[in-house]
């Protein structure tokens, strides 16, 4: 036997597997998120990839976290196979797997990587208010290029301005409710998470806050290049 066969990598076949996370699954929280997931993909005992050391595990990468309690129609994974899956039977399985309120969306295989550097990510958004004053407010906080805001983390105190990450802003309606539907970039230095500004705008809205009542994540798209801000 040719002993150097041993040594010969496994070609992998990566999956991406896109799906949702609404109702009650918008609690769960992201590392939370990851555990339900590989437990499920144990489950169905696929033949993934592992990594190496002494704890071994799928070869599974995960998108940007998402906050908790916001919902998302745009979250995915990226799983390496040693051999290849039917997309179909994958999307099936998987569904019967997962909790209540996170669901397959559809499954991509063979998946090839697009992704050339680091440059953040486009991110669409609708926020749900009960009232259209206070929707009007978010709207004007997002949108004044003057909005900043004071994070404070280990002792330290950081600004970030708003103009940073917002692109557009502008109100719609949905059954009768105000719905703010946002761009923003983020992952790029010195631009504020969406999460940090959500938190910012309910520090903003104050009593107000509670008449924002649903937080979704619509879309995602990892960027190529550094997107400009233009002015709003």
Not at 37 to 55: F, M, N, S
Not at 108 to 136: Q, V, W
Request: glycine share 4%; with cysteine; charged share 25%.
């Amino acid at each position: 036997m040719n002993q150097d066969n041993k040594s010969l990598p496994v070609e992998e076949i990566k999956v991406r597997v896109d799906y949702s996370k609404t109702c009650q699954a918008r609690y769960i929280a992201h590392l939370d998120t990851i555990d339900v997931i590989c437990k499920a993909l144990r489950r169905l005992q696929l033949p993934y990839a592992v990594t190496q050391g002494c704890h071994a595990r799928p070869k599974i990468s995960f998108g940007p976290p998402l906050p908790l309690g916001h919902a998302s129609f745009c979250e995915y994974f990226i799983l390496s196979l040693t051999r290849t899956a039917d997309a179909a039977t994958l999307h099936e399985s998987l569904n019967r797997e997962l909790p209540s309120g996170m669901r397959v969306l559809r499954v991509t295989i063979p998946y090839t990587e697009k992704k050339t550097g680091n440059f953040g990510e486009k991110l669409s958004y609708r926020l749900t208010f009960s009232d259209s004053e206070t929707a009007n407010n978010a709207m004007a906080y997002l949108l004044d290029k003057d909005s900043c805001f004071a994070v404070e983390r280990k002792g330290q105190t950081r600004q970030y301005c708003l103009k940073d990450a917002v692109l557009s802003v502008k109100i719609a309606e949905h059954d009768g409710m105000p719905i703010l539907e946002a761009e923003f970039v983020q992952g790029q230095a010195d631009v504020p998470s969406v999460s940090k500004i959500v938190t910012a705008l309910a520090g903003h809205l104050a009593d107000q806050k509670d008449s924002l009542k649903l937080i979704e994540r619509i879309s995602l798209i990892e960027l190529n290049q550094k997107q400009e801000i233009s002015s709003n």
